[in-house]
């Protein structure tokens, strides 16, 4: 079935008394109503699944040590693995033995998975590091000093980067479905064009050098984390709308 054949069936769903639709980002929701599949009353909006923000509580950055770039989420070529992999390797001369990138999250079967073998040709476990799935990510953030995750994947709004943002890390990501919903570009973090290693690079090096900039940005980021991605927030919504649906 084509798109637009998807967006009429249900959009025939929908259309219906007690039908409530439940979005997570500005772009799924603004294609659903230019294409009349909801109308206006019938939205409620929660920018993710939200997240506890006393677990995930604010942290400053590390103050010893080499500048910790970290990445989050499965092994699949549209998250950007390989843009942040170029990206690395373009600031390598320079900044090799200060920074170093971890590359957290597991492999994946689907055609677009980056493979072992890719990984461990390009990660040499010092510079940059690939550290399989984890069980200990809030860990990880808090040793961390920027989030990189340059995503072309159509996201709902990653988890990843509603995690850096409440422990408080700037972040960098692409100017793209869900994650524009995370990051406003310059206040807590860039947005950059997707598939673009060397924009990638120049973000990066701008946080590295400006420990006061990360720190501004981080705090920024713990604000709006606080503002929209609390996990009672998201509840409160659906218990509102099932108390509604229920009458």
């Keep these: 079935m084509t798109t637009r054949g998807i967006l009429s069936a249900m959009k025939f ?7 409530k639709v439940i979005f997570q980002n500005n772009d799924d ?12 009353e019938q939205i409620e909006f929660t920018k993710g699944s939200g997240i506890n923000l006393e677990e995930y509580s604010y942290v400053d950055e590390p ?22 992999i170029e990206a690395a390797k373009i600031l390598r001369t320079q900044y090799e033995g200060n920074i170093k ?7 994946t079967p689907n055609k677009s998975g980056i493979t072992e073998e890719y990984l461990h040709k390009h990660c040499d476990g ?28 159509r996201e709902g709004v990653p988890k990843s980067l509603i995690e850096a943002s409440a422990i408080g890390r700037p972040i960098i990501t692409c100017d793209s479905v869900g994650c524009r919903d995370v990051v406003d570009d310059g206040i807590n973090g860039f947005l950059i064009k ?21 720190r501004k940005m981080g705090e920024k980021a713990r604000e709006k984390a606080e503002h929209e991605f609390s996990i009672q927030t998201v509840i409160d919504t659906h218990l509102k709308i099932y108390n509604q649906l229920s009458k």
Excluded at 63 to 84: H, S
């Design 126 to 153: 010092k510079y940059i590091c690939w550290l399989g799935e984890r069980n200990d990510v809030k860990q990880l953030l808090e040793k961390s000093h920027i989030m990189a995750f340059p995503s072309y994947y």
């Design 101 to 107: 990138f971890l590359l957290c999250g597991r492999l």
């Design 194 to 214: 997707p598939k673009n290693p060397q924009i990638l690079a120049d973000k990066l090096e701008i946080l590295i050098n400006d420990k006061a900039l990360r």
């Design 13 to 19: 769903s929908n259309h219906r008394s007690g039908v």
């Design 63 to 84: 103050t010893d040590g080499t500048i910790n770039i970290i990445f989050t989420a499965r092994m699949v070529k549209e998250k950007g693995i390989i843009d942040l």
């Design 29 to 40: 929701q603004d294609i659903f109503l230019a294409n009349n599949v909801v109308r206006p």
